[in-house]
């Protein structure tokens, strides 16, 4: 029932296993350890995530960026948190005190759910020691594309429940407008989803990572990115969108709702909307990695090192992102909610009949 | 062991908890959260039906009944706004006169 | 205890005691987060009930979607807090004659309720009928049916929605007075 439960037939296992202790059991252990193994990950990818906004801002802009904390500035993410951790921790008296703390604490929790589905490497048995491959991931569900797309709709209630129970009025604008602007997002997200989701048949994230091995011609690896441009482009605009990020961080801009719906929060409250939207960027760059970018596949290095793969595609979109917030202006919130609803939303519509339409036609 | 009449008397709890609340709530918003919960009582009931017969038409009503349920409280919402616009108000004693 | 027996009464639990304190809470915005709760317990029986599919759709469109719709409408609102004086004052059931009518009813309902589980938990009853595992709840099982038998009513739903659509724009226009 749990994450941990295994899923195939017993009788695979050799019988010298048989009579060993069921809680020692070593895939019991494997998968246990891997939980506390993507957990952690998260948590340092977010670090490193304050650590490069830092350094490609400061590239982007001629300068030079943190270079005094540690070498190369490297401990500039861990002195940002000791400076937060000892920070006041502040709540306005008028503010309502449950909704208040539970705020951070449900973007935090659907941040790190949303990836618990996220395949990173293909199944293996870490060279003989199980008895039998585990795959790589948290969670074993063949609905998984539906279920980080139902997670991200939770993580909204952080937000809007942030900006309400801050009782002030620049949070309650902030906290309306990014949920209606994360609302109008999703419909474009879970239609570019669904245009992979017609060629590749399956819900299953392993399942389509594994039809995309192999290549055409010998040379194009066969990444669903090559079937699917527009639903790339779209996805990676609507996921921009869905994680509040330049340029659509129109309800968290300083100049214009002071800091939006977490004006309110310091110390260790702040610190977790932070971080749960870096591990926002980090999930939607990861499915986007296994739908459009062929996940772990790469050429050169044998497969059970292909978690190598999936860290260098998901390194190359997290730049992106970062690549993106400092190069172009935001968007005012009418513009962008127009352009959620004239612009991206009928574009996804159109990829996802053209896609149906060539499947139909090809018939793969 | 968990049979159909077990997820069958939790639908009828909810059920009852819902027509209580649109009973004996004065306030709009509580009313239709009270009607979602009785639309989702009913959920319950198709599902359960829906494992125990094998059948997958169970499902099938429910992803209906969501998509109605969705519509209904749009446009449920979209009249609270009207009437409290005119009212100030959300207290359904507040417009039980035909005359504005 | 089997797992899935302890699963059933917690999900079973979280659901109706949040739906519960949806009914008797006064504040209109911790109702609706009660409701999202109460939702997700669903979402988790759903799954207990090897419907996946179902399960991820109700938060997806539920809690997801229409609980923000009505978050939205109590937070533009400020819908106030219901007053419980007041409420005792003037609820139209508030007379003497309909308390005590109401008494009754309320005795009558739990004699019948016990009378109802007693009944049905001695008898041999069927266990929810064992499936193989993923060939109801598939989502491709659903997606078959779904466009070919019924079809038409896909269809109807859509126009529905997009009736909805246009009646709560109209309605909540601002007059040009």
């Known amino acids: 029932m749990g994450p941990a439960a295994p899923t195939r037939p017993e009788a695979r296992r050799p019988k010298p296993e048989a009579d060993k202790n069921h809680l020692m059991d070593p895939v019991l252990i494997a998968q246990i350890a891997l939980v506390v193994v993507v957990f952690h990950a998260l948590l340092l990818s977010a670090a490193g995530m304050v650590y490069w906004e830092r350094k490609i801002a400061a590239w982007l802009q001629q300068r030079v960026g943190p270079i005094y904390t540690g070498p190369a500035g490297l401990l500039q993410p861990f002195a940002d948190v000791f400076k937060l951790f000892f920070k006041e921790e502040l709540r306005p008296l008028a503010a309502d005190k449950f909704l208040f703390y539970l705020a951070p604490v449900i973007s935090a929790a659907a941040a790190f759910s949303a990836f618990a589905v996220v395949p990173f490497g293909p199944p293996t048995d870490f060279w003989g020691l199980l008895p039998r491959e585990i795959p790589l991931y948290v969670a074993d569900v063949n609905v998984a594309v539906l279920v980080i797309f139902a997670i991200t709709s939770m993580g909204i209630y952080g937000i809007v429940l942030a900006g309400w129970s801050s009782n002030s009025k620049y949070s309650l604008l902030g906290g309306l407008r990014s949920s209606a602007q994360m609302i109008s997002y999703e419909l474009s997200y879970g239609l570019a989803l669904a245009g992979v989701l017609v060629i590749g048949n399956t819900l299953s994230l392993h399942d389509l990572v594994e039809q995309q091995g192999g290549y055409w011609f010998g040379v194009i690896p066969r990444w669903f990115i090559f079937l699917q441009p527009l639903g790339f482009v779209v996805y990676m605009i609507a996921g921009i969108a869905e994680t509040n990020r330049a340029p659509f961080d129109f309800p968290e801009a300083e100049q214009e709702l002071v800091a939006g719906y977490h004006t309110e929060y310091s110390s260790m409250s702040f610190a977790m909307f932070f971080l749960a939207e870096y591990i926002n960027m980090v999930t939607v760059s990861a499915v986007a990695t296994n739908l459009f970018l062929g996940g772990w596949k790469g050429p050169f290095l044998p497969e059970w090192l292909g978690f190598l793969w999936f860290l260098i595609k998901l390194s190359a979109l997290l730049f992106f992102y970062l690549w993106i917030r400092w190069t172009l202006p935001r968007y005012r919130y009418d513009q962008l909610m127009t352009f959620g609803w004239k612009v991206l939303l009928p574009l996804a519509v159109l990829n996802l009949l053209v896609t149906a339409a060539g499947v139909v036609y090809f018939g793969a | 062991m968990i049979t159909l009449n077990h997820y069958l008397v939790l639908s009828a709890l909810l059920f009852a908890i819902g027509t209580a609340g649109v009973f004996l709530r004065r306030n709009l918003i509580t009313v239709l959260l009270s009607i979602e919960i009785m639309l989702n009582a009913v959920n319950l009931t198709f599902v359960a039906a829906g494992r125990q017969f094998a059948a997958v038409d169970g499902q099938i009503i429910v992803f209906f009944v969501m998509t109605v349920a969705a519509a209904e409280a749009a446009v449920g919402l979209a009249l609270i706004i009207a009437l409290f616009r005119h009212r100030e108000s959300l207290n359904p004693d507040a417009f039980t006169s035909l005359k504005w | ?177």
């Open chain 3, 1 to 177: 205890m089997a797992l899935d027996t302890v699963l059933f009464y917690a999900f079973a639990g979280i659901t109706v005691l949040a739906a519960l304190f949806v009914v008797v809470q006064r504040n209109p915005v911790y109702s609706v987060v009660l409701l999202i709760a109460s939702f997700g317990g669903l979402a988790g029986l759903y799954v207990l009930l090897d419907a996946p599919f179902t399960a991820v759709t109700q938060i997806i469109v539920y809690a997801g979607a229409i609980m923000v719709l009505f978050l939205f409408t109590v937070m533009l609102l400020n819908v106030p807090r219901e007053d419980a004086s007041e409420f005792d004052r003037a609820h139209p059931l508030n007379r003497p004659g309909a308390r005590r009518f109401g008494a009754v009813l309320v005795v009558l309902f739990l004699i019948e309720a016990v009378w109802a589980v007693w009944h049905v938990s001695g008898r041999e009853t069927a266990a929810l009928r064992a499936t193989d595992p993923g060939s109801v709840a598939s989502v491709r099982e659903i997606g078959k049916v779904l466009f070919t038998d019924y079809a038409f009513a896909f269809e109807v739903t859509s126009l529905l929605i997009l009736a909805a659509m246009v009646g709560a724009v109209v309605l909540a226009r601002h007059r040009a007075e």
